[in-house]
C-alpha cells in the first residue's frame, strides 16, 4: 500500500493547479514544477542530522517544513505523489558518472522513476542537483529528447541498461547509468545512510545546493554560486559570510532554513573555506 501524502499539500507546495488524472500531460507539469519549487540541498548531512526516508517525514520536511533535499528524498516523495493520483512507478538506481573517469564504477547511489503511462515507458528525476530534468523522457535510446532546460538522451548500454546523457553546450555528457531492476525502499536507506556518514562523501564535506529556474539553473558549491544561463553564459559570485551564504539560501534556492547555531556554524566555515571537490553531481 502506497503511504499517503497530502496531495493538496503538496501541490501547493510546489504551486500546481492543473489537472490530477494519470495522464502524460500530468506527469510533465508536475516534473516541471516539483525542482523549480523544492530545492536540492545537502543541509541534513552537511549538519550531521539524520535523512528520513519513511513518507511522514518526507512530508514534514520537503512539503510542511519549506526545506529541501537530494535524491531519494525527491523522488521518493514524488513517486507516492505519482501512485496516489493512479501513475505506475517502479523505483531504480543509478551509478552515476558525472565528472568522474570514464573507467570509474560507482556504487548505485542514485535514485531515479520509472513511470508508466499512456501506454509508455518514461523516466522521472527531480533529485540530480545541477542537471537534474525539468521533464520525463521517453525510455528510448539514441533520441535527443528537449526539456524546458538542456536536451537530453537515453543511450542503450547492455540489457535493459542505459546511461543518461546532457548536452552541455554542444558536448554530450554522460549523468549515470541504470538498468530497470526494481529496488525497495531498504535499498535506498543503506545508500542513504552510506553517504550520509561517510567521510569521503561530497554530502557531508561541503554545502550543495540546486534548483532550475525559468531560463536558468542556480547551483551553490560551498561558497561559490553559479548561475547557468540556457543562453550558455554564466555568472559566478563568492560568497564571503554566513549572512550572504543564508540570503541566498533562502531567496535564490528557496530553502526555509532551520534555526539553531549548528547551521549558522557551518555556514560560517563554509564563507572562509570555498567549494567542495567538483565530484559533486552539480555542473
Not at 505506475?88 to 522513476?113: G, Q
Not at 528537449?146 to 538522451?153: I, K, N, V, Y
Amino acid at each position: 500500500m502506497t503511504p499517503a501524502i497530502d496531495p493538496d499539500a503538496y501541490f501547493e507546495r510546489i504551486g500546481y493547479r492543473g489537472t490530477r488524472a494519470a495522464a502524460a500531460e500530468t506527469l510533465a507539469a508536475i516534473h516541471l514544477h516539483h525542482p523549480r519549487a523544492i530545492p536540492f540541498e545537502n543541509l541534513n548531512p552537511l549538519l550531521r542530522w539524520p535523512v528520513r526516508l519513511d513518507a511522514p517525514s518526507l512530508e514534514q520536511k520537503l512539503v510542511r517544513d519549506g526545506r529541501g533535499g537530494y535524491c531519494y528524498e525527491h523522488n521518493l516523495l514524488l513517486s507516492h505523489v505519482l501512485r496516489q493520483l493512479g501513475f505506475h512507478v517502479r523505483p531504480l538506481a543509478a551509478r552515476v558518472s558525472w565528472n568522474t573517469p570514464e573507467d570509474t564504477v560507482r556504487p548505485r547511489t542514485h535514485m531515479l522513476l520509472l513511470v508508466d503511462v499512456d501506454g509508455r515507458r518514461h523516466i522521472a528525476d527531480v533529485g540530480f542537483g545541477g542537471l537534474t530534468l525539468t521533464a520525463p523522457l521517453l525510455l528510448q535510446p539514441d533520441i535527443e529528447q528537449r526539456t524546458p532546460h538542456e536536451a537530453f538522451r537515453l543511450v542503450a548500454a547492455g540489457d535493459d541498461g542505459f546511461v543518461l546523457q546532457a548536452k552541455v553546450g554542444e558536448q554530450w555528457r554522460s549523468l549515470y547509468a541504470f538498468d530497470l531492476q526494481e529496488q525497495v525502499l531498504a535499498d535506498y536507506e543503506m545508500a542513504n545512510w552510506y553517504l550520509c556518514n561517510n567521510p569521503s562523501s561530497h554530502f557531508i564535506t561541503g554545502l550543495v545546493a540546486a534548483r532550475p529556474d525559468d531560463g536558468c539553473r542556480y547551483a551553490l558549491r560551498g561558497n561559490e554560486l553559479t548561475t547557468y544561463y540556457m543562453n550558455g553564459a554564466t555568472e559566478r559570485r563568492r560568497l564571503t559570510s554566513a549572512a550572504e551564504l543564508r540570503a541566498v539560501l533562502e531567496e535564490t534556492f528557496r530553502v526555509s532554513l532551520p534555526a539553531g547555531g549548528e547551521l549558522e556554524a557551518a555556514l560560517a566555515r563554509t564563507s572562509s573555506i570555498g567549494s567542495p571537490a567538483p565530484e559533486a553531481n552539480l555542473r
